[in-house]
T-cell receptor, first 111, second 115 residues
Framework: DQQVKQNSPSLSVQEGRISILNCDYT??????FLWYKKYPAEGPTFLIS?????DKNEDGRFTVFLNKSAKHLSLHIVPSQPGDSAVYFC??????????FGDGTTLTVKP | NAGVTQTPKFRILKIGQSMTLQCTQD?????MYWYRQDPGMGLKLIYY???????DKGEVPNGYNVSRSTTEDFPLRLELAAPSQTSVYFC??????????????FGPGTRLTVT
């Protein structure tokens, strides 16, 4: 049973518009949520995170929203840029540090 | 500060051969991890370590072994390679969780093909 799910394998948006990537989880013990970005032939890089005690965290163009009751989080990118085109992974962790990853969403930002 | 380095970048193995994937980090992180990523899938945890001398199994440990003799190094050993182990392998490290830092730092990956 997959504990972290990204139900959209791909997303295409126009440059300058908002990108919204979604993630659902099932394990209520997760207390920390992270987004990673991955370019081809490179390792994932950390983008932004949120603790379960918060419902929003913002860093420049990137905002993560957490809805604990729905076990849902989303990543908003505004405005989207062509350089944002990559695979985005949602991850969730408990205090032990191990992270469980979703299967990723490929974002394409068209000029 | 090189971060997390992995060698080799690519490797082709024959069925039944063995090899060691090397991973080194220079950030003095206590936690280190090995993941594999199959096409179109997320990262699956193979093994992890919370410090030198301490290792534990992740989600998909069968066919692999690890050791952690130093803080910096966390090699992954494949014994009797099988086609099912064809994948991209990522090593990662992190500070001790609970200190407000859960993010992991990843190496560039090793692309392994077993034929």
């Amino acid at each position: 049973d997959q504990q972290v799910k990204q139900n959209s394998p791909s997303l295409s948006v126009q440059e300058g518009r908002i990108s919204i990537l979604n993630c659902d989880y099932t394990n209520s013990m997760f207390d920390y949520f992270l987004w990673y970005k991955k370019y081809p032939a490179e390792g994932p890089t950390f983008l932004i995170s949120i603790s379960s005690i918060k419902d929003k965290n913002e860093d420049g163009r990137f905002t993560v929203f957490l809805n604990k009751s729905a076990k849902h989080l989303s990543l908003h990118i505004v405005p989207s840029q062509p350089g944002d085109s990559a695979v985005y992974f949602c991850a969730a962790s408990e205090d032990a540090g191990k992270s469980t990853f979703g299967d990723g969403t490929t974002l394409t930002v068209k000029p | 500060n090189a971060g997390v380095t992995q060698t080799p970048k690519f490797r082709i193995l024959k069925i039944g051969q063995s090899m060691t994937l090397q991973c080194t980090q220079d950030m003095n992180h206590n936690y280190m991890y090995w993941y594999r990523q199959d096409p179109g899938m997320g990262l699956k945890l193979i093994y992890y370590s919370v410090g030198a001398g301490i290792t534990d199994k992740g989600e998909v440990p069968n066919g692999y072994n690890v050791s952690r003799s130093t803080t910096e190094d966390f090699p992954l050993r494949l014994e009797l390679a099988a086609p099912s182990q064809t994948s991209v392998y990522f090593c990662a490290s992190s500070r001790t969780p609970g200190q407000g830092a859960h993010e992991q730092y990843f190496g560039p990956g090793t692309r392994l093909t077993v034929t």
